[in-house]
């Protein structure tokens, strides 16, 4: 059976102390909510050591990591630093790093193989911006971010990953994608898995929306067979709307 995720990123906000202080709103939560969902977080590295104290049952995250193991690679993280730092997580192929950071699919790919080799569970995101949406090319895009970017993993590697729809073009517009536009492109991204592994694998992998989740839509999009729980950007950064979102199952 495949797990429920609710995985807040938080990009480039919050300092230390306001970090500490949402990590620790969202831990007591889910000390009384149980475990039936699987929460995340991804703070700025320069949280995650001291955010790891205050957490137990949240996971940790990272928002992105280094294609290279070690080196003379000025700013860069590598995945054996974060999970020195409590990571277990680290999201990868977000839309901004695609968008401002150039990062493409075959990169990616040395992303993921790294962050599996050490351990790290990718959270691989993978969408169309509005002008391919407009063309048609859609399932293209997303079929060549996946299939490049996951090229060369073995049914255990692939057992590890999680996949993270972005409708990039409802990301932070305010626009969502309408429920069954969701379902539509989580249920094509669960049957090219099937075509890439198997049926079984398919079915096991855990499939997120990623595009203006909120507390007003999430049990809407949550009720879609395909989508599995939410990667949330704005919404995860108020504590009481993030709990909103992980009880929406």
Wanted: include cysteine; glycine fraction near 8%.
């Amino acid at each position: 059976m495949r797990k429920k995720i609710v995985a807040g990123n938080w990009k480039m906000h919050t300092l230390l102390k306001e970090g500490m202080e949402l990590a620790e709103k969202v831990e007591r939560f889910s000390k009384e909510k149980g475990d039936d969902v699987i929460v995340v977080i991804a703070p700025p590295f320069t949280h995650l050591s001291k955010i790891r104290e205050v957490t137990d049952l949240v996971k940790l995250a990272a928002q992105n990591c280094s294609s290279e193991e070690s080196g003379a690679y000025t700013g860069e993280v590598s995945p054996d630093m974060l999970l020195s730092a409590g990571a277990e997580y680290v999201i990868l192929g977000h839309s901004e790093r695609r968008a401002y950071y150039h990062e493409d699919n075959h990169l990616l790919n040395k992303k993921i193989r790294l962050a599996l080799d050490k351990g790290l569970k990718p959270i691989y995101c993978c969408g169309e911006v509005l002008a391919e949406r407009e063309a048609g090319k859609l399932f293209e895009v997303v079929k060549d971010q996946l299939t490049v970017g996951l090229q060369g993993l073995n049914t255990a590697q692939f057992s590890q990953v999680i996949i993270a729809y972005e409708p990039v073009w409802a990301i932070g517009t305010g626009i969502t994608a309408t429920p069954a536009q969701a379902q539509e492109m989580h249920a094509f991204i669960r049957n090219l898995i099937a075509d890439m592994y198997d049926d079984r694998i398919a079915g096991e992998t855990t499939i997120l929306y990623g595009g203006s989740c909120k507390p007003s839509n999430a049990r809407e999009l949550f009720a879609n067979p395909d989508v599995d729980g939410g990667l949330i950007g704005g919404a995860s950064l108020k504590a009481e709307d993030f709990i909103q979102i992980v009880n929406a199952f």
